[in-house]
């Protein structure tokens, strides 16, 4: 075994090592792992230990020729999502340690809870990102296509409760700069404060690096979807049962405001609902639909919005749908018959 920090996710029935250093593994259970190593038992209870009592801590093996060190990655409320684990001989100091990140994305809601950690290793400015009430599609890459991509996807279309997932992506930071993220998410049900039941997806993320006999890439549909990009034209990837955001194909739509309005039934000005029951009647049997809505607006009130949706396949029977939004024409804001795009509040 090296002289690595280990970083084991403790969501499951066994903890499993998701990362070697800064190197992504596959969930793989710490018995699997250390099968050979002889501290295993010390190393275990270590681990449970540090769960149960919420903190790192310091421990001797039995033949006082190893130094256990352990960290806790927790989540701001509260819930441990793994625990950072190194382990050599006493004479040898620790390596800097990769500063993992815990974050939620809520299943139902679309939405994203992150930390600052999580913020930093996924490129963005901690410094001006809230970690709070964040879009599920804000947690995404935008625009480019990486690797298990469409599996994440479908996690979030088609939980299961127990579905693990890992990958590393190369994406770009705040500043422009190409930084390479690998990650580890599972699915639970958790029972929240008035009773009800959620699928919450619990994660941790942390600075990778790409390994060296890695497959290239095949950036064939990055190159197809970029050569489909139109000017005012902009394109997402929704949820067709909550139509909730999962993805800009695109940069975001600049014209309204797509963040607060998370889901289609809050998007959506209440006299249109007959338009968005046209759309969906229409969808079923052809996989398309289009109509102008109106949407929430920057600002407050509300802005019309041209929405066509098409059905796109993830993987096997696990559809999203693209939808292609622009700014209306005089003509099909006249053909939609509103009377006043702003008659109704927020």
Partial sequence: MTHDWLLVETLGSEPAVVAQGPRTKNVIPISAFLRRNPHLMAIQSAIGE??????????????NDRVIRTEVVKMTDGLIHGVHLWIGPPDLEAPERPIPGPLIWDLTSGIATDTRESLRNSGWDPEKTPTHGRAFADDL??????????????????????????????????????ITIGFVSRVVQETQDDG??????????????????????????????????????????????????????????????????????????????????????????????????????????????????????????????????????????????????????R
């Avoid at 939980?159 to 190369?170: A, C, I, L, R, Y």
């Avoid at 209440?270 to 079923?284: G, I, L, W």
């Avoid at 696990?318 to 939004?325: E, I, K, P």
């Fill in 141 to 178: 890459p935008r625009r480019d296509l990486n690797p298990s991509e469409a599996k994440v996807l479908s996690m979030a279309i088609r939980p299961e409760v127990g579905t693990t997932f890992s990958s590393t992506w190369d994406i770009s930071d705040f500043n422009g700069e190409p």
């Fill in 196 to 345: 009800s039941e959620r699928l919450i997806c619990r994660a941790m993320n942390w600075r990778s690096v790409r390994e060296d006999g890695a497959a290239p890439h095949d950036h064939l549909a990055q190159r197809i979807l970029n050569s489909l990009s139109r000017p005012g034209v902009y394109r997402c990837l929704v949820d067709l049962q909550h139509w909730t955001l999962l993805k800009w194909l695109d940069d975001p739509a600049p014209f309204f405001d797509w963040r607060a309005s998370m889901t289609g039934d809050r998007a959506v000005h209440p006299a249109d609902r007959h338009q968005m029951t046209r759309m969906a009647k229409e969808f079923v049997p052809t996989g398309t639909a289009s109509g102008v809505l109106r949407m929430l607006a920057n600002g407050g009130g509300w802005a019309p919005v041209h929405v066509m949706v098409n059905r796109v396949e993830l993987d096997t029977d696990v559809y999203a749908g693209m939808a292609t939004l622009r700014v209306p024409t005089e003509a099909e804001i006249t053909a939609a018959g509103f009377d006043d795009v702003d008659d109704a509040p």
């Fill in 50 to 63: 540090t769960v149960r009592g919420g903190d790192g801590l310091s421990s001797i093996t039995p033949k």
